[in-house]
């Protein structure tokens, strides 16, 4: 089974047109597979699919870091077995450097970018936030879109997104009209805390800028 990356593209496109990466389409192509699998096919599908390097990304997992992200990942199948399906697959690579497929593939319907481990995972001609980590995930900005500017005329985050992430820890940077947290401890912010700040971000989204 090829992947046809140019369907995944929603540059210059009408909305209505889009067809934006899933895990299932990635699942897919890993379910083709009749042999077993290495690295490289894992890091060409969710680069094909999702646009995302998996060689930048750094290995997260305390028991392979000391690997680059190729070698981590020969490293796990050759210990847990390279026949896996596609949820294992991903499973793996959440495991690996924290990184949730599904969960991104799901930003582009709540119009969220993300930059993460030093590359766009999320980018989205139109997404009204961006999330950005730092490295290695310590700390986590949330930022107007060009986008939501131009349609809203706003220049700063709204004051309900700002309600809706103060619990989590969340300051509003003035001088820079951004969102910041970071860890006390300087440790990455976890996976839980990931999915609290997109869930509260997509909630306001779909709440007060569906018409955006």
Same mark, same amino acid.
């Given at each position: 089974? &090829?992947?046809?990356?140019?369907?995944?593209?929603?540059?210059?496109?009408?909305?209505?047109? %889009?067809?934006?990466?899933?895990?299932?389409?990635?699942?897919?192509?890993?379910?083709?597979? +009749?042999?077993?699998?290495?690295? +490289?096919?894992?890091?060409?599908?969710?680069?094909?699919?999702?646009?995302? @390097?998996?060689?930048?990304?750094?290995?997260?997992?305390?028991?392979?870091?000391?690997? @680059?992200?190729?070698?981590?990942? @020969?490293?796990?199948?050759?210990?847990?077995?390279?026949?896996? $399906? $596609?949820?294992?697959?991903?499973?793996? %690579?959440?495991? #690996?450097?924290?990184?949730?497929?599904?969960?991104?593939?799901?930003?582009?319907?709540?119009?969220?970018?993300?930059? &993460?481990?030093?590359?766009?995972?999320?980018?989205? @001609?139109?997404? #009204?936030?961006?999330?950005?980590? $730092?490295?290695?995930?310590?700390?986590?900005?949330?930022?107007?879109?060009?986008?939501?500017?131009?349609?809203? $005329?706003?220049?700063?985050?709204?004051?309900? #997104?700002?309600?809706?992430?103060?619990?989590?820890?969340?300051?509003? %940077?003035?001088?820079?009209?951004?969102?910041?947290?970071?860890?006390?401890?300087?440790?990455?912010? &976890?996976?839980?805390?990931?999915?609290?700040?997109?869930?509260?971000?997509?909630?306001?989204?779909?709440?007060?800028?569906?018409?955006?």
């Amino acid at each position: 089974m &090829s992947i046809d990356n140019t369907i995944f593209s929603n540059r210059d496109r009408d909305e209505s047109l %889009i067809i934006y990466p899933t895990a299932e389409a990635l699942d897919a192509y890993f379910s083709s597979i +009749s042999c077993g699998i290495e690295s +490289s096919e894992i890091c060409n599908a969710i680069n094909r699919i999702f646009g995302i @390097d998996i060689d930048l990304a750094p290995v997260l997992h305390p028991d392979y870091a000391f690997l @680059d992200s190729r070698t981590a990942i @020969d490293s796990y199948l050759k210990k847990h077995g390279n026949k896996q $399906g $596609g949820p294992e697959i991903r499973q793996i %690579i959440q495991q #690996l450097f924290g990184m949730n497929l599904a969960g991104i593939a799901e930003l582009y319907k709540d119009r969220i970018d993300l930059y &993460s481990k030093d590359q766009w995972m999320v980018q989205n @001609d139109l997404a #009204l936030f961006l999330v950005h980590t $730092g490295k290695k995930d310590i700390d986590v900005r949330i930022i107007p879109t060009d986008y939501f500017i131009k349609k809203t $005329g706003m220049e700063v985050v709204p004051p309900s #997104l700002q309600e809706a992430l103060a619990p989590l820890g969340y300051s509003y %940077i003035e001088s820079e009209q951004h969102l910041y947290y970071k860890d006390p401890d300087g440790q990455p912010v &976890s996976g839980e805390f990931k999915i609290k700040t997109m869930k509260a971000i997509a909630k306001i989204v779909h709440a007060d800028f569906v018409g955006f």
